[in-house]
């Protein structure tokens, strides 16, 4: 062979070993006869072609950057290193605990095969508060079903070492740029700054990759990267704070929600149980981000004889995107989870949809790359969108609605809190929360919940403070 190094025959490294290894293959069914039987020159060609085929595999794999290892980045990690691509996982900090309330899903404890100790509390009732106080009680009727409460640094932590154990490579470092090709085949070059050696300020290193997922959060540097686009977007604030023994039996199995502009402007404001403390916090939008602590004084009067003795161990905030980016693929590189925008409206839920999206994004990937043997296009990456917005847009676009009616006015939180005691309602609400989908009403029962929210919505001015 030519010494002539392979980039002088106008080919990259990828394109030059798919023909080397291309000609080798060829190359078996020209093999001269050998003194043996027929039976057996066909075992020795069979053998050559599998251990060529297992060679050119592992040169041909495809290499993938997931960047952000919360439930988004680990679930898709976890999905490329166990069809054998080659998978890099980046975190910026691994006893990262995000602010977050920690409510998943009954559907995701099972489709994401989370043992029990990552679940701290299975809640089983809620109480809804208006804002004139009134109290409306939900249970679950059924005792196989609950709402999974979770620390974020424990579920994180258990997906991204599960990911690793499959095969992902572990990088805890910051990126924070990315060298982007000018065709369809040369790689990504991520710069990043390593922080597993090199000290506090870690140490400038690059690598290079064909496709990246951008799992970074709201402020996801990827996005910035691709331009893929600002959002709205609402501040969360959330303290944690641990109460005395009689007071967290209280939470034992129930979570509180809270409305009215005293505790928050456009959203709820909650008290989640944890482990061994309780989460309480509000949102707003970003326009009102100055009277955050203003509204998390407000939750914490309107619940503070539940709080008595508690001890705040914890301060967080963080942004939640409100809607999807303008472009969630450009190029290669995929944005999921957060960085995508996949928070709902009305419930402010994105755990499981970010670990979704990611699932299903890697799984396109491995599906169009032909479980890793070729480079997908941005076409094949935006087979995921398809998918994604065909399952889940419905979803969106119900809720979207629901916070525009009811989050509006304290009048209308007032009716929004007296349909939450219907029990069509409630059934229609756990459903389509526990499961994930709009689970739609028989028509009787449509019309009854339709009827049912225009009474409480003219009752809600009689009755907002």
Avoid at 169 to 175: F, M, Q
Avoid at 394 to 403: F, N
Avoid at 424 to 448: C, E, G, M
Wanted: net charge positive; aromatic share 8%; with cysteine.
């Amino acid at each position: 062979m030519s010494a002539v190094p392979p980039y002088g025959f106008g080919l990259n490294e990828s394109h030059y070993v798919k023909y080397c290894f291309t000609k080798l293959l060829s190359s078996i069914s020209t093999l001269p006869d050998l003194p043996h039987p027929q039976s057996e020159q066909q075992k020795v060609r069979d053998t050559m072609l599998d251990k060529l085929l297992k060679i050119g595999r592992k040169l041909l794999t495809l290499r993938v950057a997931v960047v952000g290892s919360g439930p988004a980045g680990s679930s898709a990690a976890e999905i490329l290193a166990s069809s054998g691509i080659e998978t890099y996982l980046f975190e910026r900090k691994l006893d990262n605990a995000k602010p977050c309330g920690g409510a998943i899903p009954l559907c995701m404890v099972s489709e994401f095969d989370l043992p029990p100790h990552i679940i701290d509390r299975r809640v089983r009732k809620m109480k809804m508060i208006s804002p004139s106080n009134r109290e409306v009680d939900i249970n679950l009727v059924n005792e196989e079903e609950y709402i999974g409460m979770c620390r974020r640094e424990v579920l994180d932590g258990f997906m991204r070492d599960r990911a690793a154990k499959l095969g992902a490579n572990l990088i805890n470092a910051t990126v924070h740029k990315l060298d982007i090709p000018k065709n369809n085949t040369d790689p990504y070059t991520i710069h990043y700054v390593d922080h597993t050696e090199g000290g506090a300020q870690g140490i400038a290193k690059t690598l290079n990759v064909d496709v990246i997922i951008g799992a970074d959060g709201a402020n996801s540097r990827i996005a910035k990267e691709i331009d893929a686009g600002d959002y709205n977007y609402a501040i969360a604030f959330q303290e944690r704070i641990r109460l005395p023994e009689d007071k967290m039996a209280y939470y034992n199995d129930m979570a509180e929600m809270y409305v009215g502009d005293d505790v928050s402007t456009d959203f709820y404001a909650w008290v989640f149980p944890k482990y061994d403390h309780v989460a309480v916090g509000t949102g707003t939008m970003q326009v009102n981000k100055a009277s955050i602590k203003q509204l998390q004084a407000g939750i914490r009067a309107r619940a503070a004889r539940k709080l008595l003795g508690g001890q705040i161990i914890k301060v967080e905030a963080h942004p939640i995107p409100e809607h999807p980016r303008p472009r969630r693929v450009v190029g290669r590189v995929a944005l999921v989870g957060d960085a995508a925008g996949y928070v709902t409206k009305s419930s402010g839920e994105g755990i499981y949809f970010a670990a979704k999206s990611a699932r299903m994004c890697a799984e396109t990937i491995v599906e169009v790359s032909n479980g890793g043997t070729r480079i997908p296009t941005e076409a094949d990456l935006k087979l995921y969108l398809k998918r994604w917005d065909k399952k889940y847009g419905l979803t969106y676009k119900v809720l979207d609605i629901l916070q525009t009616v009811f989050y509006r006015t304290d009048a209308t939180r007032e009716a929004f809190v007296e349909m939450c005691s219907d029990m069509d309602v409630q059934r229609l609400t756990f459903d389509s929360y526990l499961y994930k989908t709009v689970v739609p009403a028989n028509p009787i029962t449509q019309l009854k919940i339709t009827a049912k929210t225009l009474a409480s919505l003219i009752r809600g001015n009689a009755l907002a403070p």
